[in-house]
């Protein structure tokens, strides 16, 4: 048996002790909405007082949300690890429109590959994604992510958790600062 070759780096960034969990689908405008206030959250909370992790949450009605999640754990396992995999989000949120369907059912890309999922990505990101997207197991981590989710009961995105504790009234709608409050005071 040989051991692995590759490792995905933990999307989590700060070092401190109050734990933002954060459940984010990338196709998802309202985890995209979410997703792009956590750098000023961590900057306006402090990385010495809180801690954020990303988990992804894949949802089926999203039809390429596994190939992308996928993807993005795949970017984890490259040079520069979780902020390679962070750009690649980014670019997915930012170009939205070019990995979801039309109501969750229809549009053109009704005709798109995941191949050509793969391609977009890697143009808007600047990050190659094909090699690392193929490795063998790499299914392994994608499925932490979903158990872990479900182990939490996690059924949407985004959901918020502070320190294992699922936290309903916290929206990617609200303002940094109302995270802030909630996290540290």
């Given at each position: ?109 009704l005709d798109t590959t995941p191949n050509q999922i793969l391609e977009r990505m890697e143009a808007y990101s600047g990050v190659p ?45 609200d303002e940094v600062s109302a995270w802030v409050r909630k996290l540290v005071g």
């Amino acid at each position: 048996m040989t051991g692995n070759t590759w490792q995905a780096d933990p999307l989590t960034w700060g070092t401190g002790p109050r734990v933002l969990e954060v459940f984010l689908e990338p196709t998802c405008p309202y985890s995209m909405r979410a997703f792009g206030k956590l750098d000023a959250l961590l900057e306006q909370a402090g990385a010495d007082r809180i801690t954020i992790k990303i988990r992804l949450q894949s949802q089926p009605w999203h039809l390429y949300s596994g190939v992308i999640t996928r993807a993005i754990v795949a970017a984890s396992t490259l040079a520069g690890g979780k902020e390679t995999a962070k750009k690649v989000m980014a670019a997915v949120g930012a170009h939205r429109e070019e990995f979801e369907f039309d109501h969750h059912c229809g549009g053109p890309n009704l005709d798109t590959t995941p191949n050509q999922i793969l391609e977009r990505m890697e143009a808007y990101s600047g990050v190659p994604l094909k090699a690392a997207f193929a490795i063998p197991d790499l299914d392994r981590e994608v499925k932490w992510h979903c158990k872990y989710g479900r182990q939490n009961g996690i059924h949407v995105s985004p959901t918020f958790l502070i320190d294992g504790l699922v936290q309903a009234d916290m929206s990617s709608g609200d303002e940094v600062s109302a995270w802030v409050r909630k996290l540290v005071g």
